[in-house]
């Protein structure tokens, strides 16, 4: 991808790109949407590639919902779901699940619905919670959504990271779901590429006109450099994903271990690469204080639990990632072994 990338700026491929992006870059990301995903999307006119999923979501909402609609999302929740529907002028409704299983009911959807919700926003796998939606709860969404009309945008950035041979769903794949439902994806936590901001929507084909216009409106299209480098890297996709699988995992259980000796009981993760641990049993006044202490005591960051509530629902919860290399990964399980109780 990085020589993609380079021949591409060394060739001057460096104008804008249409809105929808790269041609070769959609016709790869068809091909992948149908073999991992069991999404059919035309690559001329069914998908937009957006700067990062964080663009595919700001696009969503401008394009598609009107100022003071409800966006309704499961608590805890992922801050940019939250917060971009904020600036965009909408209002965020709050669905909240329970610690540690993080279940979606249908029941407790059903009721959280009003006449104002318009979006509801899924997560899978979750950050910060690392849940993967399953299908029974994919097929409570469908008949809730039809019920009640709603739009629905899937956020599947952690599609590759995916633990315990748990097999990642696509909700755009589940029901009637692919008609009412805008999956966002994105290239850079599977290439490890946060920084080049490129992401994609799949939208219902009727969507991707509106789509693709607030698209360019907003920043015209995604880098064409590195648009370029990014379709090179999806042949590497299948082999790239067991791998991640293998490493990650891997990665996931030395944390986990580390937290649970430090007596800071993890809340293991089925996807993602984020583990919730409960710090309630150490006697801080909150997870802002609990995130402080383990950073200065112990020289290792994480982040409050209250950054993914409204309420204090997250001040016994502190979030770990590891999203890093094995040796700073080593380095800091240490460090939290080693915390003072
Ligand atoms: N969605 C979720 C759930 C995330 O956790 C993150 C990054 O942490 C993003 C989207 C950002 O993705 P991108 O870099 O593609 O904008």
Excluded at 134 to 149: F, L, N
Excluded at 170 to 184: F, G, K, M, N, Y
Excluded at 234 to 258: N, T, V
Excluded at 333 to 339: E, F, P, V, Y
Aim: glycine share 8%; aromatic share 8%; hydrophobic share 40%.
């Amino acid at each position: 991808m990085r020589d993609g990338a380079i021949r591409a700026i060394r060739e001057r491929r460096a104008g804008y790109s249409l809105a929808e992006g790269v041609l070769a870059l959609r016709e790869a990301i068809a091909a992948k949407l149908r073999r991992d995903n069991g999404i059919e999307a035309d690559p001329e006119t069914g998908i937009v590639v957006t700067a990062g999923t964080t663009g595919a979501f700001a696009a969503v909402l401008t394009a598609l919902l009107e100022p003071g609609d409800g966006v309704l999302m499961t608590e805890p929740y992922y801050g940019y779901h939250r917060n971009t529907a904020v600036v965009a002028g909408m209002t965020p409704q709050l669905l909240p699940i329970d610690a540690p299983r993080f279940e979606l009911r249908e029941d407790a959807l059903r009721r959280s619905v009003t006449d104002a919700t318009r979006l509801l926003v899924l997560c899978t796998p979750a950050n910060p919670y690392g849940r993967m939606l399953r299908r029974d709860e994919i097929e409570a969404v469908a008949r809730v959504a039809r019920e009640r009309d709603l739009l629905v945008v899937s956020d599947e950035i952690y599609e590759y990271f995916t633990y315990d041979g748990r097999e990642h769903l696509s909700p755009a794949s589940v029901a009637d779901l692919r008609e009412r439902t805008v999956t966002i994806m994105g290239l850079s936590k599977t290439f490890h590429i946060t920084g080049w901001r490129v992401g994609y929507l799949v939208p219902p084909p009727e969507m991707a006109k509106p789509l693709t216009i607030v698209n360019d409106l907003l920043y015209v299209c995604a880098p064409t450099p590195l648009q370029h480098g990014v379709a090179a890297g999806f042949e590497a996709l299948p082999e790239k994903a067991a791998a991640l699988r293998r490493e990650f995992q891997a990665k996931r259980d030395r944390l986990c271990e580390a937290l649970d000796e430090a007596g800071l009981p993890p809340i293991v993760p089925e996807g993602s690469y984020y583990v919730l641990a409960d710090v309630s049993q150490r006697g801080y006044p909150d997870a802002r204080s609990a995130a402080m202490d383990v950073l200065e005591r112990g020289g290792v960051a994480s982040v409050p639990g209250s950054a993914f509530y409204d309420g204090d629902r997250g001040e016994g919860l502190l979030r770990f990632s590891f999203g890093v290399e094995d040796d700073i990964l080593d380095e800091a399980c240490g460090r939290i072994r080693k915390l003072p109780r």
